[in-house]
C-alpha cells in the first residue's frame, strides 16, 4: 500500500491576514483609501507603569466570512487587552480592513505583541518594543 502524497503546499484557510500595522491614527477617506498616521514599532515611556493609545490596523484578504480577535500580550504572555470578535467578509476581488484602537496600561519595559486570530487559529503578529526612556535634558533659557 502507498501512502498518498498531495501535490503542492498545503491549502491556505480560506480567509487570512494580508497584513497588520501599528500606528497612531488610521482611517478611511471619502474616496476610499486607507491612511496610516505615525506608523511605529517602538515605544519611549519616561516611567511605568505607562498608559498609552494605539491603532492596529489589519487587512484580510481569501474568500468567505470569518472571526478576526485582536490580542496584546506582555513579555510574559498574559493578555493586556483583547478585541471582541470582527466579523471579516471577504472575496477574491475585495478584501476587509479593520482599525482597532487600544488604550492600554503597560506595566514595564519589553516586548509586547500583538496577535491576531482567524476563527480561533494564530494569524499573525506584529512585535511592539517599549523601552524605558532617558529623561529628557534640562531646557536651556535663551540667550
Not at 16 to 28: E, G, H, K, P, Y
Not at 31 to 52: D, I, K, S
Not at 94 to 101: A, L, M, Q
Not at 109 to 117: E, V
Amino acid at each position: 500500500m502507498t501512502d498518498v502524497v498531495p501535490a503542492g503546499p498545503p491549502p491556505k484557510q480560506p480567509v487570512w491576514l494580508s497584513a497588520m500595522v501599528i500606528c497612531q491614527d488610521a482611517f478611511r477617506d471619502d474616496r476610499g483609501r486607507t491612511h496610516l498616521h505615525g506608523v511605529f514599532e517602538n515605544l519611549n515611556a519616561t516611567g511605568f507603569p505607562v498608559q498609552t493609545q494605539v491603532v492596529v490596523w489589519c487587512s484580510a484578504r481569501g474568500r468567505g466570512t470569518a472571526r478576526l480577535v485582536l490580542k496584546v500580550v506582555d513579555t510574559l504572555e498574559q493578555s493586556v487587552a483583547v478585541t471582541e470578535p470582527m466579523i471579516a467578509e471577504v472575496t477574491p476581488f475585495k478584501g476587509h480592513e479593520f482599525f482597532c484602537g487600544f488604550n492600554v496600561a503597560l506595566a514595564g519595559a519589553g516586548l509586547y505583541r500583538i496577535q491576531a486570530f482567524i476563527d480561533g487559529i494564530p494569524a499573525g503578529e506584529v512585535p511592539l518594543m517599549v523601552r524605558l526612556a532617558p529623561p529628557a535634558p534640562p531646557a536651556t533659557p535663551p540667550v
